[in-house]
C-alpha cells in the first residue's frame, strides 16, 4: 500500500485551514460556528489535535463541504468533489441562511430562491 495515500491530521488540517479562507472566515469565526476556541482551530488546522469524527462533521457543516473534502489526496485516492468558489455575495446569503432557526422559514427562503431563479430562466 502507498504510505502517501494515508490522510494524516496534517492534510486535513490544511484542507481546513483552506476552505476556511476561501469563504473569508478568520479562525475566530470557523471557532463560533463549531463552537470551539480560537485556539482549537488552531490546534486542528497545524495538526497539533487529532478530530474526532463528531467536530470533522461541525466543521464540514460550518464550511458547507461533504466530510469527504478533507480527505482528499492529491495525485491519489479518490477524486475530491467540486470545489465550488462563492463570491461575497453568495457567501453572505449562505452566512444569513445559516442564521435562521426556523424549519418553515428556511423552506420559504429556499422557495423563495427557486420562484426567483425560475423567473430569470422564463425571462420575467
Given at each position: 500500500?502507498?504510505?502517501?495515500?494515508?490522510?494524516?491530521?496534517?492534510?486535513?488540517?490544511?484542507?481546513?485551514?483552506?476552505?476556511?479562507?476561501?469563504?473569508?472566515?478568520?479562525q475566530e469565526a470557523l471557532a463560533?460556528?463549531?463552537?470551539?476556541?480560537?485556539?482549537?482551530?488552531?490546534?486542528?488546522?497545524?495538526?497539533?489535535?487529532?478530530?474526532?469524527?463528531?467536530?470533522?462533521?461541525?466543521?464540514?457543516?460550518?464550511?458547507?463541504?461533504?466530510?469527504?473534502?478533507?480527505?482528499?489526496?492529491?495525485?491519489?485516492?479518490?477524486?475530491?468533489?467540486?470545489?465550488?468558489?462563492?463570491?461575497?455575495?453568495?457567501?453572505?446569503?449562505?452566512?444569513?441562511?445559516?442564521?435562521?432557526?426556523?424549519?418553515?422559514?428556511?423552506?420559504?427562503?429556499?422557495?423563495?430562491?427557486?420562484?426567483?431563479?425560475?423567473?430569470?430562466?422564463?425571462?420575467?
Open positions: 500500500m502507498n504510505e502517501r495515500a494515508i490522510c494524516t491530521v496534517f492534510d486535513i488540517g490544511k484542507r481546513i485551514s483552506l476552505r476556511r479562507q476561501e469563504l473569508g472566515l478568520t463560533e460556528r463549531i463552537e470551539v476556541t480560537c485556539q482549537q482551530v488552531q490546534r486542528y488546522e497545524y495538526g497539533k489535535n487529532k478530530l474526532n469524527v463528531e467536530n470533522l462533521q461541525r466543521i464540514a457543516r460550518a464550511l458547507a463541504v461533504p466530510t469527504a473534502y478533507f480527505f482528499h489526496i492529491p495525485g491519489g485516492g479518490e477524486q475530491a468533489p467540486k470545489e465550488e468558489h462563492l463570491d461575497q455575495a453568495e457567501q453572505k446569503m449562505v452566512e444569513l441562511f445559516r442564521r435562521i432557526e426556523s424549519g418553515a422559514v428556511r423552506g420559504m427562503v429556499v422557495k423563495m430562491l427557486q420562484a426567483a431563479g425560475d423567473a430569470k430562466r422564463r425571462g420575467a
